[in-house]
Nanobody
Framework: QVQLVESGGGLVQPGGSLRLSCAASGMIFSFYTGAWYRQVPGKEREFVAAISWNGGSRNYTDSVKGRFTISRDNVKSTLYLQMNSLKPEDTAVYYC?????????WGQGTQVTVSS
């Protein structure tokens, strides 16, 4: 059974940092590209960052470039999102996503709130 379990969300002040983790099980993690999305109430889920199966290629939405870093550890079957210089507009539920040519899976989401 495939599972993606996210952790690391919480409340942080503007300018602070958080690291999200997404632990995968029930799959060969290195077969999948990884990504993070986020969603606020009343809006569509939006792309944040993605990473290729071996970490050799990464891309980011413009609003997080230079502040967020996506990474992965294929030995630990875990996807990460390091978020620095957080802004109130980064407040959202963050979801991890893994995708292959045949399958796509989502985590349950973790809340990130940036507020003073």
């Amino acid at each position: 059974q495939v599972q993606l379990v996210e952790s690391g969300g919480g409340l942080v002040q503007p300018g602070g940092s958080l690291r999200l983790s997404c632990a995968a099980s029930g799959m060969i993690f290195s077969f999948y590209t990884g990504a993070w999305y986020r969603q606020v109430p009343g809006k569509e889920r939006e792309f944040v960052a993605a990473i290729s199966w071996n970490g050799g290629s990464r891309n980011y939405t413009d609003s997080v470039k230079g502040r967020f870093t996506i990474s992965r550890d294929n030995v630990k079957s875990t996807l990460y999102l390091q978020m620095n210089s957080l802004k109130p507009e980064d407040t959202a539920v963050y979801y991890c996503n893994v995708r292959s040519t045949l399958h796509e899976y989502w985590g349950q989401g973790t809340q990130v709130t940036v507020s003073s």
